[in-house]
């Protein structure tokens, strides 16, 4: 079973930076695609990116289109989110997680390992 572990959430003002990284342990990233979601408070998860096993495709949600970048290091088991220009919109939990589709998949049912989430908080 995998284990996913997210970090790098923080308080930061609006127009900053953050990166979030997700690692992974007891399995081998390279076999999953992976996505990060996020969850407002009193809202229902969203999806913000995806990336393929290889890396060689992404997908994002229109709202952070530009401002965000996933990418993956598979030698290092770890998937990354940089997220640039922050705004108070993109507050929230943000979570990545593994799916076994081949392509990029917006849907949070068809992921399947989930890691336990960190909070981004961007100020006006």
């Known amino acids: 079973q995998v284990q996913l572990v997210e970090s790098g959430g923080g308080l930061v003002q609006a127009g900053g930076s953050l990166r979030l990284s997700c690692a992974a342990f007891?399995?081998?990233?390279?076999?999953?695609?992976m996505g990060w979601f996020r969850q407002a408070p009193g809202k229902g998860s969203e999806f913000v990116a995806g990336?393929?096993?290889?890396?060689?495709?992404?997908h994002y949600a229109d709202s952070v289109k530009g401002r965000f970048t996933i990418s993956r290091d598979n030698a290092k088991n770890t998937a990354y989110l940089q997220m640039n220009n922050l705004e108070p919109g993109d507050t929230g939990i943000y979570y990545c997680?593994?799916?076994?589709?081949?392509?990029?998949?917006?849907?949070?049912?068809?992921?399947?390992?989930w890691g336990q989430g960190t909070q981004v908080t961007v100020s006006s």
């Open positions: 990336i393929t096993r290889s890396g060689d495709m992404t």
């Open positions: 997680a593994t799916t076994r589709r081949p392509s990029v998949t917006i849907m949070a049912s068809l992921h399947d390992y």
């Open positions: 007891g399995g081998t990233l390279s076999s999953y695609g």
